[in-house]
Nanobody, 119 residues
Framework: QMQLVESGGGSVQAGESLTLSCAVS???????IAWFRQAPGKERERIAS?????VKSYADSVKGRFTISRQLNTLFLQMNRLKPEDTAMYYC????????????????WGQGTQVTVSS
């Protein structure tokens, strides 16, 4: 059973940077990884994903500002030039039963970490 534990959220000013981490345990094979976020009153959206070959995909809203990476069993989301509209609860996720850009692939989730960006 995989477990994911996020850390690194917080409150920052617009234009600043923040890095989220996600420790993964219990994986028995390689897997897709992704970061999602959900703002109040909005649906959860996939903002970045990476397949086992290292191919990455980003939502237009974060492309060029956010970077997804993985080092061994830790996932990262480097967030630069943060904007107030990036304020949300951020979740890391993992799975392998489908394509890495499909939300339905992800069946293991972290507990979420809050990111708040003030103007």
């Amino acid at each position: 059973q995989m477990q994911l534990v996020e850390s690194g959220g917080g409150s920052v000013q617009a234009g600043e940077s923040l890095t989220l981490s996600c420790a993964v345990s219990g994986a028995s094979s390689d897997y897709c990884i992704a970061w999602f976020r959900q703002a109040p009153g909005k649906e959860r959206e996939r903002i970045a994903s990476r397949n086992p070959l290292g191919v990455k995909s980003y939502a237009d809203s974060v492309k060029g500002r956010f970077t997804i990476s993985r080092q061994l069993n830790t996932l990262f989301l480097q967030m630069n030039r943060l904007k107030p509209e990036d304020t949300a609860m951020y979740y890391c996720a993992a799975g392998w039963a489908g394509t890495c850009t499909s939300t339905s692939t992800y069946n293991y989730w972290g507990q979420g970490t809050q990111v708040t960006v003030s103007s």
